[in-house]
T-cell receptor, first 115, second 114 residues
Framework: KAGVTQTPRYLIKTRGQQVTLSCSPISGHRSVSWYQQTPGQGLQFLFEYFSETQRNKGNFPGRFSGRQFSNSRSEMNVSTLELGDSALYLCASSPTGGISTDTQYFGPGTRLTVL | AQSVTQLDSQVPVFEEAPVELRCNYS??????LFWYVQYPNQGLQLLLK??????LVKGINGFEAEFNKSQTSFHLRKPSVHISDTAEYFCAVSEGGGSYIPTFGRGTSLIVHP
């Protein structure tokens, strides 16, 4: 089976712009979670989608949003980018969506740089 | 609220030596515990997890971890490391009776020297 894929792998934006990142989960996985990884804050949970519904949400401002399509592919959007949004954004998928117990399979991430 | 502390930010070790990466957690309810590894320019990969049962958990690549409820610890060990084990290691906890969102530690960089 193909692993979790994320596109693009690298992205450079300027402050105030918006960005959309894409994640394709492993075939058959219905849960997709998003994480932000920075040197200062470490790995932080953004949100989780299961069957096109946001099921869990981390402590991030409303500028961060996401959605999931019927084929389980997910996108996350960040509007009005700030310098502090520069990070590695990781997507993870799991089979049944019990993120507290399920093994999560991570993609390689999208490296976002905000100038 | 749950939290995770990885006590060492960096652990240098020589090849074929044993290693222990320490992880302590804080939670008021039952927990599930995970160790993930991240190689450069890659996502995280699960090494092992504790959900219930035996407190000694064996994972991939020869790693194992022991859940110690009284000390609220979940230390990762390997009896003999290889150069290829050089990577970042993350401990994570999620609560069984509360928030299901996993909390990750800040990571420990394992550096294996020849």
């Amino acid at each position: 089976k193909a692993g979790v894929t994320q596109t693009p792998r690298y992205l450079i934006k300027t402050r105030g712009q918006q960005v959309t990142l894409s994640c394709s989960p492993i075939s058959g996985h219905r849960s997709v979670s998003w994480y932000q990884q920075t040197p200062g804050q470490g790995l932080q949970f953004l949100f989780e989608y299961f069957s096109e519904t946001q099921r869990n949400k981390g402590n991030f401002p409303g500028r961060f949003s996401g959605r999931q399509f019927s084929n389980s592919r997910s996108e996350m959007n960040v509007s009005t980018l700030e310098l502090g949004d520069s990070a590695l954004y990781l997507c993870a998928s799991s089979p049944t969506g019990g993120i507290s117990t399920d093994t999560q399979y991570f993609g390689p991430g999208t490296r976002l740089t905000v100038l | 609220a749950q939290s995770v502390t990885q006590l060492d930010s960096q652990v240098p070790v020589f090849e074929e030596a044993p290693v222990e990466l320490r992880c302590n957690y804080s939670s008021s309810v039952s927990v599930y515990l995970f160790w993930y590894v991240q190689y450069p320019n890659q996502g995280l990969q699960l090494l092992l997890k504790y959900l219930s049962g035996s407190t000694l958990v064996k994972g991939i690549n020869g790693f194992e971890a022991e859940f110690n409820k009284s000390q609220t610890s979940f230390h990762l060990r390997k009896p003999s490391v290889h150069i290829s084990d050089t990577a970042e290691y993350f401990c994570a906890v999620s609560e069984g009776g509360g928030s299901y969102i996993p909390t990750f530690g800040r990571g420990t960089s394992l550096i294996v020297h020849p």
